[in-house]
């Protein structure tokens, strides 16, 4: 039976750390929010310590009182809590540490993981850990806080998967001689004959009973020490069916071997090869499980790995090598060519190349100049640089996405509710459906009964394993997430790689996101005559003293094309017309239509395409050199590359794309017809977005919301998937599902595609655990045996049960080799 339930009707007093009360009419507010929750005995609130202490029934649900808070207006204080559980082994064990963890006073939400072997668990501020592991301890398991360096775990994974090969070939060596000598007398007589003639049946049988003892109290005693715990809890699990059946063929051949009288005639066989080979095969199935478990988390151990030991710090004028640990904000630290940046910096002196593409994806190396931030775990290229450090520890870029992966990867998705629901009464169902195959058989069952009634409900006990269900979810989600931050894509919350499958509208802002966020030269074209070149050499050095982004694009324009400004003198500026300056002796003029205007140049000539500029949401300028019209320009916010193919990519998956800006619309409309938006809304204030979001989603349909500035940080809350581009701001970033590292727009598309091969692997393990479950159990219990004569051996059974947790994961692995567009 499932653990029993815990009485509701005892007391429970849970105290609340809650943010923002101010005076005692706070405290009256948040008193009546908490009695008039069901369950409530007394609340008292106190505002010298905003604490309150709330009394009620075992069953009053602690998030019951944060939600009563909050919606009087205040918060209560929560933290993130992580525990490493040892012993699980099965979907139902998860369940149970489950259920243990969410019973804990001041527990909000609890997720357990049997892939990353880990509980993460959300609780009200200054619950104890120490209550956790002792409810961790009480379900049969132990937890454990992890270090701060987190190489403990796995350095316990590497020594299971020691312990797990070394009991497999000890088991092997005791099960071969066991299993030649009962099996090979069945396929081959003349051996039979040889053995009962040297050995005898009596010898034979003594042989292989201290052979299987040998194997069930040495390799097989795992199985024990957490199995009958369980039973006893009436609690069973995987480790509790494992004994039971081996317990079961074990004892009837102990009977059969010495006291063969308390049998019926004709039933004193033995099968202790049955109870060796299932202790064997199971863990070899086990063994190869760590293996794959190991290879899950390599996403974590590549990251871990990118940060070097030790660093080249400048310290009273010289340089030392000081390891990581022991950089402090402000030092300086100096990169040669090939090393890796240590911890996050602003360089303060010297040029290089850094390869990002360990964060971000992006495999161009990018320049790093005086000014510009660097990274820790980037690879230097080129030239040496001298950097101050910003962040060092746990601030870093770095250790804040290993965090993120981490989290990710300890999520539960909401398709891993029916699991948990179906696993927690799996095996005592299972032990169930065994006893009845045993008493059918031994009532129905043709001779020997007993001894066909045996072999059957073992067969059923070992063949049901639940291990496959608990594995099926985690571990892609564990793969996945790790596949996703190698492409520089970060799931912050697991959870948005199952609302990302289910999206049916993507809204993305427009400046920053689908745009490059700033002015580029868009349109040039020159008088006749008159050379471009030389046009845009003119137009540049007249604007190289201006501020405005317009000016900056120009300049950026001419330098890309390899050309050298020459100085400009008498500078002027005139907010709303232009500027003009001095080059080479003339004249310069670059504005628009009222600057010329005023200096009397007739733009007739160009008004037409400036009007079509326009027309397509670009700014037009004219240039002059004295009183000469030399030419019209326009520059744009463009969209950046790969926009438009995202689209595309997002409408080839039936998704609408909007677009949400707070631009002008013929601005918005220019660029939504560029970039094939299917809807446009255009001068929405920052607040508006939520609106616009909550209009989306009418008719029950799912939105994600991309954007990358502070303004987006509410439609980002407010959109079933946050999406925030990761070269925006912090604020956008913290408030989003998913980041992309590198800005690269089609990192939505990667991300979407990532989703659906995501849940289209989750489903595909499910569909293999339960349908393996589903048609193999009925066979084991015999029903194909009035038909067709079927049985399905116990060992067979090990054999298949073991390579069924196995192919889940392997399947699992195969999202590592995920390609976009693929």
Not at 422 to 431: E, G
Not at 451 to 479: E, F, R
Not at 654 to 678: C, K, S, W
Not at 793 to 805: K, N, T, W
Request: net charge negative.
């Amino acid at each position: 039976m499932p653990d029993q339930p815990r009485d509701d009707t005892s007391p429970r007093t849970l105290r609340l750390h809650i943010e923002g009360m101010h005076c005692a009419s706070c405290v009256g507010r948040i008193e009546g929010a908490l009695q008039n929750v069901p369950g409530v005995q007394s609340a008292q609130v106190n505002l010298a310590t905003e604490t309150a202490e709330v009394a009620g029934n075992a069953a009053l649900p602690a998030e019951t009182l944060v939600t009563a808070v909050k919606s009087a207006g205040y918060l209560v204080q929560t933290q993130q809590l992580t525990l490493n559980i040892d012993k699980m082994t099965c979907a139902s064990c998860t369940a149970r540490v489950q259920k243990a963890l969410a019973a804990v006073p001041g527990v909000l939400s609890a997720s357990v993981n049997l892939a990353s072997e880990q509980a993460s668990i959300t609780v009200l501020e200054g619950t104890a850990p120490s209550l956790l592991r002792d409810a961790v301890r009480e379900a049969g398991y132990q937890a454990s806080l992890p270090s701060a360096d987190g190489p403990d775990r796995e350095a316990r994974r590497e020594q299971e998967a020691r312990n797990l090969n070394r009991d497999f070939w000890l088991a092997l060596v005791l099960t071969l001689p066991v299993f030649i000598m009962e099996m090979g007398s069945h396929l081959f007589p003349p051996f039979h004959i040889w053995l009962m003639l040297k050995l005898g049946h009596d010898t034979n049988n003594l042989i292989q009973f201290v052979l299987t003892t040998l194997v069930l109290i040495g390799p097989g005693r795992r199985f024990f020490t957490q199995g009958v715990p369980a039973l006893w809890r009436l609690a069973p699990d995987m480790n509790s069916l494992v004994v039971v059946g081996t317990t079961a063929a074990w004892g009837y051949s102990v009977v059969a071997t010495f006291v063969p009288h308390w049998l019926p005639r004709g039933t004193d066989n033995v099968y202790f090869e049955a109870a060796a080979v299932i202790v064997t095969l199971i863990l070899l199935g086990r063994y190869l499980e760590a293996r794959a478990r190991g290879r899950t988390s390599d996403a974590i151990r590549h990251l871990v790995g990118l940060q070097p030991r030790v660093a080249r710090v400048r310290r009273d004028g010289a340089l030392h090598d000081v390891p990581i640990a022991e950089i402090d904000v402000g030092d300086e630290l100096v990169v040669r060519p090939g090393e890796k940046i240590a911890v996050d910096g602003e360089v303060i002196d010297g040029r290089s190349h850094i390869d990002e593409s360990m964060l971000s994806g992006e495999s161009e190396p990018v320049v790093r100049e005086t000014g510009d931030e660097v990274i820790g775990g980037t690879l230097n290229t080129s030239g040496t640089l001298t950097y101050r450090a910003t962040r060092v520890g746990s601030d870093t870029v770095l250790a804040q996405i290993i965090q993120m992966v981490e989290n990710a990867q300890g999520a539960r998705l909401p398709i891993q509710a029916l699991v948990d629901k179906v696993t927690l009464w799996f095996v005592p169902a299972v032990i169930g459906i065994a006893l009845a195959t045993f008493l059918v058989w031994l009532v129905f069952g043709p001779p020997p009964t007993l001894a066909m009634a045996l072999v059957n409900a073992v067969a059923v006990l070992i063949i049901a394993c639940p291990c496959a269900m608990g594995l099926a979810t985690p571990t892609s989600i564990m793969v996945a997430t790790g596949r996703a931050a190698s492409m520089g894509i970060l799931f912050r919350h697991g959870e948005a790689l199952q609302a990302l499958r289910e999206t049916q509208v993507i809204a993305f802002d427009k400046t920053g996101t689908l745009t490059v966020g700033r002015p580029q030269l868009t349109d040039l074209e020159p008088a006749e005559g008159v050379d471009r070149d030389s046009a845009l050499r003119l137009i540049a050095a007249a604007e190289q003293a201006s501020e405005h982004p317009s000016a900056r694009a120009l300049v950026e324009a001419a330098t890309a094309a390899g050309q050298t400004l020459p100085p400009a003198s008498d500078f002027q500026a005139r907010a709303g017309f232009g500027v003009s300056a001095e080059v080479e002796g003339r004249q310069v003029r670059v504005g628009n239509a009222r600057l010329m205007a005023e200096a009397g140049i007739d733009t007739a000539p160009f008004r037409e395409r400036a009007d079509t500029l326009a027309g397509a949401g670009k700014s037009p300028l004219f240039a002059a050199l004295d009183d000469q019209l030399i030419a019209v320009l326009a520059v744009a916010d463009t969209l950046k590359p790969g926009a438009a193919e995202t689209i595309r990519a997002l409408h080839a998956r039936q998704i609408e794309v909007v677009m949400i800006t707070g631009d002008n619309r013929r601005t918005a409309e220019a660029i939504a017809r560029e970039a094939g938006i299917d809807r446009m809304f255009a001068e929405v204030l920052p607040d508006g977005k939520v609106a616009v979001i909550e209009t989306l989603r009418e008719g029950g349909r799912r939105v994600a919301f991309v954007g990358d500035g502070i303004n987006d940080a509410p439609a980002l809350v407010e959109a079933d998937v946050g999406i925030a581009i990761g070269t925006g701001t912090d604020v956008a970033i913290e408030s989003a599902d998913a980041v992309l590292m590198s800005g690269d727009v089609l990192g939505v598309t990667r991300a979407v595609e990532l989703s659906h091969a995501t849940l289209r692997n989750i489903r595909q393990n499910l569909f293999w655990a339960f349908a393996y479950n589903g048609a193999l159990i009925p066979v084991a219990a015999g029903v194909l045996y009035p038909a067709f004569g079927l049985l399905l051996s116990p060992m067979f059974a090990a054999g298949a049960m073991a390579m069924s947790s196995v192919f889940v994961l392997t399947n699992a692995l195969r999202l590592r080799r995920f390609t976009p567009g693929h």
